[in-house]
Nanobody, 127 residues
Framework: QVQLVESGGGLVQAGDSLRLSCAAS????????MGWFRQAPGKEREFVAA????????YYADSVKGRFTISRDNAKNTVYLQMNSLKPEDTAVYYC????????????????????WGKGTLVTVSS
């Protein structure tokens, strides 16, 4: 059983940076691939980034590649999303997700179906 709690969202201006955190409970955090998804107003939830259980492999949506960085600290049971050069189109509720079977690579083609989800944290980017 895993519980995920996101934090770090807020209101920023275009060009600013923000760092999201996802704290996980449970003893098997290191066995889960982790991902970040987002849902903008009036749009479907979409994949943002994913990281393998070891942290060696990472994957990004084309829209955030080069601006966002996903990382994890298994000792702290935490996954991060560093967001730089934020744009108004990045405005969305960001969700942390974990899955024991789905690979980080496979998460790139999904919008749901993960074992566990956080409740989300709102990121608003003004122009």
């Amino acid at each position: 059983q895993v519980q995920l709690v996101e934090s770090g969202g807020g209101l920023v201006q275009a060009g600013d940076s923000l760092r999201l955190s996802c704290a996980a409970s449970g003893r098997t955090f290191s066995t889960y691939a982790m991902g970040w998804f987002r849902q903008a107003p009036g749009k479907e939830r979409e994949f943002v980034a994913a990281i393998s259980r070891t942290g060696i492999s990472t994957y990004y949506a084309d829209s955030v590649k080069g601006r966002f960085t996903i990382s994890r600290d298994n000792a702290k049971n935490t996954v991060y999303l560093q967001m730089n050069s934020l744009k108004p189109e990045d405005t969305a509720v960001y969700y942390c997700a974990a899955d024991s079977l789905t690979t980080a690579r496979a998460m790139g083609g999904m919008s749901g179906g993960m074992d566990y989800w956080g409740k989300g944290t709102l990121v608003t980017v003004s122009s």
